[in-house]
Structures are given as structure tokens and as C-alpha cells.
């Protein structure tokens, strides 16, 4: 087939990770056909095809990892490894027929809405214009790597890179390596690059709060009863589901979470031994404070000789690896950095114009903020997946995607039913919202836990979480309410 839409699609999608390949389909379910999807790079994937360091994968349980209308019988773990969860990406965007609708290598520069025409005007790097009448922003929280400003990190004669840029062409081998970040990617690489490397730093600022992760292959009988009985699948879905809505009560009223904070420490204790070792990796700040890890791997990993966890400061980088703050020079060959993405504002450095030519900058200067994560005042006909205060929690993202496509596609509609050429959230509408959503964050272990997070920005405001499980959110967004948005066209001004 073809491509099918032109420049002046009704829908732009912006990304074809899981967000975006998410809000094609459910497009083409409601019959529009008129739409087009931006993706920077050559393939599909999003953060599953960017992330492929050494033991990448997902912490969700892989039975709440698919989109609910298209189930994955093939998963061979409980919790998916990168390449199977790319595959799956890949195998969904075959099955729904979505390539015609994808222009890769587009990477979208620059949105500016056009008050007269109520579109928005869409260049990308190559000097492509769209005029799409509404934008879908599904280009993810997490995409953009958190680089430090190391002193004298260029001084360092090795390679440098961070785990979402792995470089697969610098081997490892009889290396000795420096990992800066004991985060969620941190701790999935460690144990994976210990038998290759000939030593492996562990540069640790904070500990984490770590749970078992209970991983096993998902075994042939499994997965022949899931093609066979969808019904079977059903029940390991829902069991999934409420594992993962179950801590999010704690987040509010830690002492729900003694059990989990249990078994952390229970893990840590048998896994080790030494009691110094130990104590520096134990949190002192409140259990889900930061986002919770699931390794099992992890701590073993720091057992082994060829393995050791730092926990001075990084000082600089040298020519010859990195000093501490107490002056001792830890040589490395390679150093890797797992620290994370830029979070608190990932609009910063995004040319966004709205109406009467507001930028997102100056749309968020206290702090990103949106309504359900999705409409900004002042941007009209433009929808955030995964925008400000909509993730965070511990539910599978998949469920979260869900709900804020059906939303937009239902905006959509109402738009058509109304003859509106404009949606824009009213702005009295979004400051209450946000009010209400701060004033429950504020109580939460992510703002009053005594940590720092990637949740927090500068301010100390929780610009990620959704204050609630899956579930809420859900229930929040089953329908827009036509009373929290201007609606109009441009002969009805
Ligand atoms: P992260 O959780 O933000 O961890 C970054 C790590 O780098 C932290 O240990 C942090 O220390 C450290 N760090 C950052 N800047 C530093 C500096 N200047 N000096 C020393 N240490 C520094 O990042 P991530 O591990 O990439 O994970 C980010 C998110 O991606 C996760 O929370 C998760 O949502 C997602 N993710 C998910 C999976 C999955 O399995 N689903 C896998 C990977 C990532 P501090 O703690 O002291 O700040």
C-alpha cells in the first residue's frame, strides 16, 4: 500500500513507540483514516528499540505488557526482555497494517498552532511541513538521556556512553568497566557485563529500595494453554494487573508497604552477607520513595570479586578513569553511565507555540503541567501521551496508553460532533485540576519520603505520578467532560 495521508492530515503522531502505535490503531478502529506518523529514526519501537544495553528489559510483569486487544501468547518470561517486547512492537504495527501511515526518519522540529486556520503547522529536521488539525505528542517521558556535566569528562581517554546509547561496538572483554547509577537500568546491566568485564565499578550516589523479581520462563505447556484458552491468558493478565495496582496505596500510606519494605530487606540480608556491604545499601529514606526496583540479580552480583560498589562521590573524570571526593583515582577502560533521563522538563528545549504564539516554555515556567496529562492550556488540538502527571506509579504503562488514546480519540469525536475546528482545555479548569492533583502528591512518599527522584523537578514538585492506581486513572478518563474544554470554530469566534 501506499502512503495514505498527505501534508494536511486531520491527526499527526509524533513517535512509533508503544504510545503511538497505540493511538494509530485505536485511530483506525473509530474510521479515521486521515493521519500520519512522524518517527525520528528508521524503525519502530520507541525506548525498546533505543535501550539494548546488556540485559534490558521490562520490570512489568510481561502478561500486563501488551496492549489488551492484542495479547501475546509468545512472551517466554514473566517479565519480557527487550527484544521480544521490540518484536512484539514490530509483529503489532505488521498486524494493523500501520506502515503506510509511518514517515520515518521525520523528526519533528518545530509545532506552531495557526490561530486563523485552528491547524497546527508541523516542520521536521528535513524541511517536510505538515498542517495536521491535531497533533499527538507520543514521544515518551523517557527518551531524552541525562548526560552530567562531569568535570573533565572529555579528559577521559575511554569510551563513554550512556545505557539507552549502548555502544555495541566496544567490547567488554577483559575491560575494566565504571558504571555511574544504580537506577532501574543500572541494575539490569551490572549483572550482565560482570562475567565479560575483567572488573566492574559500581559508582552508587543513593541506594535503592529493591524487591525480588520474580522472573521464570513462561514454560511451552503455558504458553500452548494461552493460544489454545485466551481465557487462561485472562486470568494471568488480571492477577498481573492487581499485583501491580497493590503497592500503590502504600504510596500514600507507607506503613500499607511494611510487607514489601520486608522483603527487601529481607532479600538484602540474604543475599549480603557482609553487614558494611550492607549498609550501604540500605535506604534511609521511605520505602517507594523513588521508583521501586525488582532485581534479584543484582546484589549477587556485588558478591563477586571482580565486582565492587563505590559509594564516595564522583569528584572528575581523568585520562585514566574517575576520582572520587575522597581523591582516590578508580582506573577504567570504559566508563557507562545508567543515570537516567532528563524529567523535569522534557519540553525544554521543544520549539511548541500555541495560541497567540505562548511557547511551552513560558506555558511551564512554574513547572510541566497539563489536564489528565494529555490537553496544556493555551495548545489547543494538542494531545500528550504520557504527558505531566500521568505515569509513575507502578501499573504497566500499556494499561495507562489505554486509557489516554480512548480519551483523545473520544476529544476527537467530540470535536467532529460539534463542528469544532478547535479543543483547548479551559485554563481554570487545568489550575484546579492541578491543585487538587499537588495537594494529594504533597502527601505522598514521592514528595515527603525524604528522597530525590526523577519524579521531582527542581522545585521539589512531582511533575510524573498519577496520585492513584491503574485503575483511578482509568475511571477518571473513561469520558472528556465537554464543560472542561473551549470548543469552537472558526465561525463560531
Ligand atoms: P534512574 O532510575 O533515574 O537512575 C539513575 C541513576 O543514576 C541513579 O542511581 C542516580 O543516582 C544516578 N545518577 C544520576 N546522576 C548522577 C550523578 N550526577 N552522579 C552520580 N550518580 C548519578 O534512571 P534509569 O535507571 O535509566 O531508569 C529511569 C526510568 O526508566 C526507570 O525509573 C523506569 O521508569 C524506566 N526504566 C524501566 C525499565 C523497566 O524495566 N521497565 C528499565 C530501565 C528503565 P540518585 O539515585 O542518587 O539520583
Not at 520490570?59 to 519480557?80: E, G, H, L, Q, V
Not at 555495541?168 to 539490569?188: M, P
Request: proline share 5%.
Amino acid at each position: 500500500m501506499d502512503q495514505v495521508s498527505g501534508q494536511d492530515p486531520n491527526v499527526l503522531i509524533v513517535g512509533t513507540g508503544l504510545a503511538g502505535v497505540g493511538m494509530a490503531i485505536k485511530l483506525l478502529e473509530a474510521g479515521e483514516k486521515n493521519f500520519v506518523i512522524l518517527e525520528k529514526a528508521d524503525g519502530v519501537g520507541g525506548v525498546w528499540r533505543e535501550n539494548t544495553y546488556p540485559g534490558c528489559g521490562c520490570d512489568i510483569m510481561s502478561m500486563m505488557y501488551s496492549y489488551s486487544f492484542a495479547p501475546n501468547t509468545d512472551w517466554t518470561r514473566m517479565y519480557a526482555p527487550q527484544p521480544e517486547i521490540l518484536d512484539y512492537i514490530r509483529r503489532v504495527v505488521k498486524d494493523y497494517e500501520l506502515e503506510p501511515y509511518i514517515r520515518f526518519q521525520s523528526e519533528a522540529v518545530s509545532y506552531e498552532f495557526d490561530d486563523t486556520s485552528d491547524r497546527w503547522v508541523v516542520r521536521t529536521a528535513d524541511g517536510d511541513e505538515y498542517r495536521p488539525r491535531a497533533v499527538v505528542a507520543a514521544h515518551g517521558a523517557l527518551h531524552v538521556p541525562n548526560i552530567p556535566e562531569f568535570k573533565g569528562r572529555d579528559t577521559f581517554k575511554g569510551p563513554v556512553f550512556h545505557s539507552a546509547q549502548w555502544d555495541h561496538s566496544v567490547d567488554l572483554t577483559g575491560k575494566r568497566v565504571a558504571v555511574i547509577g544504580t537506577g532501574s537500568s543500572g541494575v539490569q546491566l551490572v549483572p550482565q557485563i560482570a562475567d565479560a568485564a575483567a572488573h566492574v565499578e559500581v559508582f552508587q550516589r543513593t541506594p535503592h529500595w529493591v524487591l525480588p523479581k520474580l522472573d521464570r520462563p513462561v514454560s511451552t505447556v503455558e504458553q500452548r494453554l494461552f493460544k489454545a484458552f485466551p481465557g487462561a491468558m485472562k486470568i494471568y493478565r488480571n492477577a498481573a494487573f492487581w499485583l501491580h495496582e497493590a503497592p500503590v496505596a502504600g504510596y500514600f500510606h507507607p506503613r500499607l508497604n511494611t510487607l514489601l519494605k520486608w522483603m527487601s530487606l529481607h532479600q538484602l540480608k540474604k543475599q549480603v552477607p557482609d553487614p558494611e556491604l550492607r549498609a550501604k545499601l540500605t535506604p534511609s529514606y521511605t520505602f517507594g520513595c523513588k521508583r521501586i526496583l525488582f532485581s534479584s540479580d543484582f546484589y549477587p552480583a556485588l558478591q563477586r570479586p571482580d565486582v565492587s560498589l563505590v559509594t564516595e562521590g564522583v569528584e572528575e573524570f581523568t585520562e585514566a578513569g574517575i576520582r572520587t571526593a575522597d581523591g582516590e583515582l578508580h582506573e577504567a577502560d570504559v566508563v557507562v553511565l545508567g543515570t537516567g533521563f532528563a524529567t523535569g522538563n522534557r519540553c525544554a528545549d521543544e520549539h511548541i507555540i500555541g495560541r497567540d504564539g505562548l511557547s511551552i516554555q513560558q506555558a511551564w515556567r512554574d513547572g510541566m503541567q497539563a489536564y489528565y496529562g494529555m490537553t496544556v492550556a493555551g495548545f489547543p488540538n494538542f494531545f500528550m501521551i504520557m504527558g505531566p502527571n500521568s505515569g509513575g506509579g507502578a501499573q504497566s504503562i500499556l494499561f495507562l496508553i489505554e486509557s489516554q488514546v480512548r480519551y483523545i480519540v473520544q476529544c476527537l469525536r467530540m470535536m467532529e460532533d460539534r463542528g469544532s475546528t478547535r479543543l483547548e482545555v479551559r485554563d481554570e479548569v487545568q489550575r484546579e485540576f492541578n491543585t487538587w492533583l499537588h495537594g494529594k502528591l504533597d502527601k505522598s512518599v514521592w514528595v515527603s519520603g525524604g528522597c530525590h527522584s526523577w519524579f521531582l523537578d527542581h522545585t521539589g514538585r512531582n511533575r510524573q505520578s498519577w496520585p492513584g492506581t491503574g485503575t483511578s486513572y482509568w475511571r477518571a478518563t473513561r469520558e472528556p467532560k465537554a464543560e472542561a474544554f473551549e470548543l469552537s470554530g472558526a465561525g463560531q469566534r
